[in-house]
């Protein structure tokens, strides 16, 4: 069993930054693809960003391109995702997840085997 534990959420005014990590244990993290998503109240989980196993492909949602980044310690079994430039629209409950899969659609929720609780992010306007 894979244990997903986000930290770093919190409350910040608009255009600052936060670094989001999530801490994985119970698996070789360095197979897994990583993946943030993010759900904000009264609206469906949305993907945010995914590197793969070895930090060398990243993919990212339309509207955090240039804001975000996503990378990976796999010596610390830890993905991080930095957000810059936050705005009211980035407040959400921020997720990670691991996906065993060798290849996929790893946008897409259904991609990824573990979930971590969620961290919240508010961006204060």
């Known amino acids: 069993q894979v244990l997903l534990v986000e930290s770093g959420g919190g409350l910040v005014q608009a255009g600052g930054s936060l670094r989001l990590s999530c801490a994985a244990s119970?698996?070789?993290?360095?197979?897994?693809?990583m993946g943030w998503f993010r759900q904000a109240p009264g609206k469906e989980r949305e993907f945010v960003a995914h590197?793969?196993?070895?930090?060398?492909?990243?993919r990212y949602a339309d509207f955090v391109k240039g804001r975000f980044t996503i990378s990976r310690d796999n010596a610390k079994n830890t993905v991080y995702l930095q957000m810059n430039s936050l705005t009211p629209e980035d407040t959400a409950v921020y997720y990670c997840?691991?996906?065993?899969?060798?290849?996929?659609?790893?946008?897409?929720?259904?991609?990824?085997?573990?979930w971590g609780q969620g961290t919240q992010v508010t961006v204060s306007s």
């Open positions: 997840a691991a996906s065993m899969r060798i290849s996929g659609v790893y946008t897409r929720s259904s991609a990824y085997n573990y």
């Open positions: 590197i793969t196993w070895s930090g060398s492909n990243t």
């Open positions: 119970g698996g070789t993290f360095s197979r897994f693809t």
